[in-house]
């Protein structure tokens, strides 16, 4: 398959709802689905090449999979909301569920960069709840409400440089470069100034960076031409009203989340990323789940899963 099939999900929100899209790879019939969720300012084709080795890998051993790869709201072709508070992990983690429920899998892994892992580890609790609550025939813990049947719970869990611990540096570097919104010339144009705040993802040819750079922006709506950024600046808003202060907090409820996690886990790491640290990612390691970790040398924050060894390690580990 050459290009993946664009489909959209309503999702419930305060102000009325909004449709969140999601881009399928692979065989649509297929029970074994890989959900990849992308960053903070990224968007779902992120995972080209991820989601084509995979279905040729899969392909190759006669085994029918899906790969889905949605656009978390307010990025790609999804709507933008209309309350810029509503662009924070656990509204993005709820719209995950209608969408499951949509493509209806029957083994489930889970792909999460960054924000995409954090969003994953709250999946991975809420479809925990549910499970829990059709076992014991009543609801023992709040679960969220989703039409028709709980999802099933993630099998295998791959979280991208990202993990419950993130390091306050990072978080304030990242909230420097997020939302600003200025207008290029050309596609050609606006990679070259992605490159520049983007030099973490490591090394890229030209052409692989001018590939995952195309779905980043879309035309401008000005009769003289150009592009912008393919996402709703406000999706900063919340981002930057973090303190180091609520951050530190939240880290507990993070890592309680991460030691309920029950899916086979490997944490992937650029060896010199600022946002995981190695402490982090050991700890990682002997709790909770006990993540398999693969380090990635000359990189930082984070592996795109292009270069051949990323995409091995993930391929290996979802489907050897």
């Known amino acids: 398959m050459l290009e993946p099939s664009l489909n959209f999900i309503a999702c419930p929100d305060a102000t009325g709802g909004h449709r969140m899209a999601y881009w399928q790879w692979g065989d649509p019939a297929a029970g074994h689905v890989v959900v990849c969720v992308h960053g903070l300012s990224r968007q779902g084709r992120d995972f080209d090449v991820l989601a084509q080795a995979l279905c040729a890998r899969a392909e190759n051993v006669g085994h029918p999979l899906r790969v889905v790869c949605p656009d978390v709201v307010g990025r790609g072709q999804s709507d933008w909301l209309k309350d810029p508070m509503g662009y924070q992990i656990p509204n993005y983690a709820a719209d995950m569920l209608p969408m499951l429920a949509q493509i209806k899998p029957a083994t489930l892994d889970w792909v999460g960069t960054s924000m995409g892992g954090l969003i994953g580890m709250v999946v991975c609790a809420q479809l925990g709840f549910m499970a829990a609550a059709q076992k ?3 609801a023992p813990v709040p679960a969220p409400e989703v039409p028709g049947p709980a999802p099933t719970q993630v099998r295998k869990l791959v979280l991208n440089d990202v993990g419950p611990t993130l390091e306050w540096e990072a978080i304030q570097r990242i909230g420097l470069n997020v939302g600003n919104a200025p207008r290029f010339a050309s596609l050609e144009q606006a990679a070259q100034a992605m490159w520049i705040i983007s030099t973490g993802f490591g090394p890229h040819t030209p052409a692989q960076w001018l590939d995952l750079s195309r779905h980043m922006v879309k035309p401008a709506d000005d009769p003289q031409g150009g592009v912008d950024l393919h996402y709703d600046p406000a999706i900063a808003v919340p981002f930057r009203a973090v303190t180091r202060e609520a951050a530190a907090q939240g880290q507990a409820s993070l890592w309680a989340l991460y030691d309920t996690i029950t899916a086979q886990t490997l944490v992937t790491r650029g060896a010199e990323s600022d946002l995981l640290s190695p402490q ?26 292009i270069a051949q060894d990323q995409v091995d390690t993930v391929t290996d580990f979802l489907l050897g």
């Open 136 to 138: 014991s025939g009543g």
């Open 280 to 305: 982090t990612a050991l700890a990682m390691t002997q709790r909770g789940p006990k993540a398999r970790l693969v380090e990635f040398d000359g990189v930082g924050h984070a592996p795109t899963f």
